[in-house]
Nanobody, 130 residues
Framework: QMQLIESGGGLVQAGGSLSLSCAAS????????MGWFRQAPGKEREFVATINWNGGSTYYADSVKGRFTISRDNAKNTVYLQMNSLKPEDTALYYCAATNPLAYYSGAVYPRATNEYAYWGQGTQVTVSS
């Protein structure tokens, strides 16, 4: 069982930056693909970014490509989301998620659907003012 705890959310003006962190429990963090999703009020949860086991491969939603960067530090059991050039439409509750571990994962190379992720954090709020 994996537990995920997000941090780093807050209020920022448009054009500003925020860095989110997601700390994971367990000793096999490097076996899990990780992703970030977000959910705005009244909208469905949407994919933001995903990273593979060793951090060598990433994939982004078109809406954040070139502005957001996902990374991971397996020694610290942590995945990050650096968000630059923030826009009011980036306002949402941001969730960290993990797939099943490598030995049990048979999903997409770049998992983007919520049902491809087995573990979720509680979310951290990001609010971008205009």
């Amino acid at each position: 069982q994996m537990q995920l705890i997000e941090s780093g959310g807050g209020l920022v003006q448009a054009g500003g930056s925020l860095s989110l962190s997601c700390a994971a429990s367990g000793r096999t963090f490097s076996s899990y693909r990780m992703g970030w999703f977000r959910q705005a009020p009244g909208k469905e949860r949407e994919f933001v970014a995903t990273i593979n086991w060793n951090g060598g491969s990433t994939y982004y939603a078109d809406s954040v490509k070139g502005r957001f960067t996902i990374s991971r530090d397996n020694a610290k059991n942590t995945v990050y989301l650096q968000m630059n050039s923030l826009k009011p439409e980036d306002t949402a509750l941001y969730y960290c998620a993990a797939t099943n571990p490598l030995a049990y994962y048979s999903g997409a190379v770049y998992p983007r659907a919520t049902n491809e992720y087995a573990y979720w954090g509680q979310g951290t709020q990001v609010t971008v003012s205009s």
